[in-house]
């Protein structure tokens, strides 16, 4: 079955930066979108970018554009969310998210990994 | 790119209808029908409820249905039950490859 295991909880110092990686199972990992959704504590979801392993280029929100770099790792079917020069307001639960049943729209969700910027 | 807008509520007493709206632009919402919607428990991840406007994954409850008119779609849950207490977001695609997600709506059954 599907599966999207994220890694585990991080607390980060201002201005560092952060690497969330998320491990694919149970689908062909090259052709498939993965997405990546952040959630502030108490605020709503959003959409951070997304990219197809097998095209290799992420497209990300404007927000995020030159701030967040998304990767894969084919031979570890493992995709990747980097976020560099960490502030206070990047704390956030990150999720992975893949689009498996088709595309647009996010049918299989990472357990989401806490990422707590404190000083 | 604005989230799309969500009201913050909506409350209903059990077996009865609600809808949630989720109004956005011509350059999302209004130009297609990659509308989705998620229903969140405090503490999990969201669920996928409705994708295309209509349409239903497996095993979620017919209760739950989607629309569409211009630039705004719509979730309606019908027969509310106590379990339908959870936060609902939409999501569309958009003109510039991108995906928003709408603002949010905090369901209560009274």
């Known amino acids: 079955q599907v599966q999207l295991v994220q890694s585990g909880a991080e607390v980060k110092r201002p201005g560092s930066s952060v690497k969330v990686s998320c491990k694919a199972s149970?689908?062909?990992?090259?052709?498939?979108?993965i997405t990546w959704v952040r959630q502030a504590p108490g605020q709503g979801l959003e959409w951070m970018g997304g990219?197809?392993?097998?095209?290799?280029?992420?497209n990300y929100a404007q927000k995020f554009q030159g701030r967040v770099t998304i990767t894969t790792d084919d031979s570890t079917t493992t995709a990747y969310m980097e976020l560099p020069s960490l502030t206070f307001e990047d704390t956030a639960v990150y999720y992975c998210?893949?689009?498996?049943?088709?595309?647009?729209?996010?049918?299989?969700w990472g357990q989401g990994t806490l990422v707590t910027v404190s000083s | 790119q604005s989230a799309l807008t969500q009201p913050a509520s909506v409350s209903g007493s059990p077996g009865q209808s609600i809808t949630i709206s989720c109004t956005g632009t011509?350059?999302?919402?209004?130009?297609?029908?990659?509308v989705s919607w998620y229903q969140q428990y405090p503490g999990k991840a969201p669920k996928l409820m409705i994708f295309?406007?209509?349409n239903r994954p497996s095993g979620v409850s017919s209760r739950f249905s989607g629309s569409k008119s211009g630039n705004t779609a719509s979730l309606t849950i019908s027969g509310l039950q106590a379990e339908d207490e959870a936060e609902y977001y939409c999501?569309?695609?958009?003109?510039?490859?991108?995906?928003?997600f709408g603002t949010g709506t905090k369901v209560t059954v009274l």
């Open positions: 295309d406007v209509t």
């Open positions: 149970g689908v062909t990992f090259r052709t498939q979108p």
């Open positions: 998210v893949g689009e498996v049943g088709g595309p647009y729209y996010f049918d299989y």
């Open positions: 999501n569309s695609y958009t003109s510039a490859n991108a995906y928003v």
């Open positions: 011509s350059s999302d919402v209004g130009r297609y029908n990659y």
């Open positions: 990219i197809i392993p097998l095209f290799g280029t992420a």
